[in-house]
C-alpha cells in the first residue's frame, strides 16, 4: 500500500469514528443543558466566592486560630492540672456524698414541705430530728468538715491565671485592664482564711464569679435581659420567708438553685468576701418621708442608722409614687393601686394612727411585694416601669429575693450567706436600674 492510500484510507477512518454513535453522543452531552449549567456552576459566582472564601482571610484566620496560641492554651487548660483537680472535685467523694445528700430521701422530704403552702409547716418540720441532721450534714460538708486557708500573696498570680481562664468576666463590662490582674488583685486584698483547704482552686473559681456577678450588677443596665440571665442562673429562685436557721436557709437557697460555691465560705466573713468582690455602698440618703399626722421632732430617718435593705426599700417607694404621681396626680393610689393594696396600707396606717406614732403616705406602708405587684400591674408596666426595668418577671424575681431578707431584718434574725449575696446582687441592681449612684 503506497503511502497516499495509507493516508487516505487513515482519513476516511478518523472521519468515520468522528461520525460513530458515541462520538456524536459525547458531542450531544458536552453541549446538553446539563453539561452546560455544570459549566456555568464551575465558572460561576458561587464557585468563585467559594474558592475564594477557602483561599480568604477569614478561612485563614480559623486555621490560625485552631493551630494557634489560644487553641493551644485552651488544649493544655482542659488537660492541666486545673481541670483535673476540678475533675477530681466533681467526680470525688465529697462532691458524691453532696449529691446523695441532695438527692436523698431526707432532701426530697424537705423540698416537699418547703413547697407546702403553710409556714407553720415549715416551722414544725424544722423541729424533726430528720431536719436537723440534714441541716447539721449541709453544715458540716460547707464548714464544719472544711479547714479554711489563706493562700499564701506569691500563690496569688498563678491562681488568678488559671481561673481566668475558666471563668469568663461578664461580657459587658468594660474593664480597662486585664481580669487576670483584676482578679489577682482582689484575692490579695483578702486577708482572712476564705479558700477551703485541698480546694483553693474551685474556691477562687466561686470568688470569681462573685466578681463577674458583681460587674454586671453595675451595668448601666442592669435588668437587661443577659444579666437576668446570669442572676437566674447564679442565684436561683426566691425563698419563701420561714423561720428556719441561717444553714437550713442556705441548704433551701442551694436547692432552689443558688451556686453552693457563690456561698462556700466562712459564714463569719462572708459579708467582707461579697465587699472585696466589688458589692461596696456608699448611697446617698433616701428623700426622708414626712409625717402628714402627728409629727415627731425626735423621730429622724437616718439611712447611716438603717440597713442596706431599708434604703433600698425607700428608694423604690419613692420611684413608684413619684412615676405614678406623674401619670395620675394625688388620686394616683386609688387609680394605680389594686383595692385590696389599698386597704392593706391603710389598716396599717390606721394603726400607725391608733397608737400615736407619725403618720405617712400610703406608700410608705408597702413592702417588696406590694411593690412588686403595683410595679407589674399591667398598666402601670407598660406606661411607667417597662423602660426601667426591661422584664417584669424578673423584677418580681429579684424582689421577691429580698422580701425574706427583709423579714429576717424585721425580726432581728441574723443573715445567712445567702441572704447576703441576695441583698448585695439585688440591692445593686435596683439602685443602678433607678439611676441612683452607688459610690463604690
Known amino acids: 500500500m503506497s503511502e497516499s492510500d495509507f493516508t487516505k484510507r487513515l482519513s476516511q477512518q478518523l472521519r468515520e469514528m468522528a461520525d460513530s454513535p458515541l462520538v456524536k453522543a459525547a458531542r450531544e452531552m458536552a453541549e446538553s443543558p446539563h453539561a452546560k449549567a455544570l459549566r456555568e456552576m464551575v465558572d460561576g459566582p458561587q464557585a468563585k466566592a467559594l474558592r475564594e472564601m477557602v483561599d480568604g482571610p477569614h478561612a485563614k484566620a480559623?486555621?490560625?486560630?485552631?493551630?494557634?496560641p489560644q487553641a493551644k492554651a485552651l488544649r493544655e487548660m482542659v488537660d492541666g492540672p486545673h481541670a483535673k483537680a476540678l475533675r477530681e472535685m466533681v467526680d470525688g467523694p465529697q462532691a458524691k456524698a453532696l449529691r446523695e445528700m441532695v438527692d436523698g430521701p431526707l432532701a426530697q422530704r424537705m423540698r416537699a414541705w418547703t413547697e407546702a403552702s403553710v409556714p407553720e409547716?415549715?416551722?414544725g418540720f424544722e423541729s424533726r430530728p430528720e431536719m436537723q441532721r440534714f441541716v447539721k450534714q449541709?453544715?458540716?460538708?460547707?464548714?464544719?468538715?472544711?479547714?479554711?486557708?489563706?493562700?499564701?500573696?506569691?500563690?496569688?498570680?498563678q491562681l488568678a491565671s488559671g481561673i481566668s481562664r475558666i471563668i469568663e468576666p461578664y461580657r459587658a463590662t468594660a474593664i480597662a485592664d486585664d481580669r487576670q490582674g483584676r482578679l489577682a488583685r482582689k484575692i490579695s486584698e483578702l486577708n482572712q482564711p476564705w479558700a477551703i483547704a485541698g480546694l483553693v482552686n474551685p474556691s477562687a473559681a466561686g470568688f470569681a464569679r462573685l466578681v463577674r456577678l458583681s460587674d454586671a450588677a453595675h451595668v448601666a443596665a442592669p435588668f437587661s435581659e443577659s444579666i437576668s440571665e446570669l442572676f437566674a442562673s447564679e442565684l436561683g429562685g426566691h425563698l419563701e420567708a420561714f423561720e428556719a436557721s441561717a444553714a437550713s436557709r442556705d441548704a433551701a437557697a442551694v436547692s432552689s438553685g443558688l451556686q453552693a460555691d457563690l456561698i462556700a465560705f466562712p459564714p463569719a466573713s462572708y459579708g467582707s468576701i461579697v465587699l472585696t468582690a466589688g458589692f461596696r455602698f456608699n448611697v446617698m440618703a433616701p428623700p426622708l418621708p414626712q409625717a402628714i399626722e402627728a409629727a415627731d421632732p425626735d423621730a429622724v430617718y437616718d439611712s447611716n442608722h438603717s440597713t442596706l435593705l431599708s434604703t433600698v426599700e425607700q428608694h423604690l417607694r419613692q420611684f413608684v409614687e413619684d412615676r405614678l404621681l406623674a401619670l395620675e396626680g394625688p388620686s394616683w393610689v386609688k387609680k394605680r393601686v389594686s383595692e385590696a393594696a389599698r386597704k392593706q396600707w391603710a389598716e396599717r396606717q390606721a394603726e400607725d394612727r391608733q397608737l400615736g406614732r407619725p403618720v405617712y403616705g400610703l406608700i410608705h406602708y408597702a413592702d417588696f411585694m406590694d411593690l412588686a405587684d403595683v410595679i407589674t400591674q399591667r398598666n402601670n408596666w407598660r406606661e411607667a416601669f417597662a423602660g426601667i426595668f426591661g422584664n417584669a418577671d424578673d423584677l418580681r424575681m429579684s424582689l421577691h429575693r429580698l422580701h425574706p431578707v427583709r423579714k429576717a431584718i424585721a425580726h432581728s434574725r441574723p443573715l445567712s450567706r445567702a441572704d447576703v449575696l441576695f441583698l448585695f446582687a439585688e440591692a445593686t441592681r435596683i439602685l443602678k436600674a433607678l439611676g441612683i449612684d452607688i459610690l463604690a
Not at 460547707?142 to 500563690?155: I, N, W, Y
Open 62 to 68: 480559623l486555621r490560625e486560630m485552631v493551630d494557634g
Open 121 to 123: 409547716t415549715w416551722r
Open 138 to 157: 449541709i453544715s458540716d460538708f460547707q464548714v464544719a468538715a472544711r479547714t479554711f486557708v489563706l493562700p499564701t500573696l506569691d500563690t496569688v498570680p
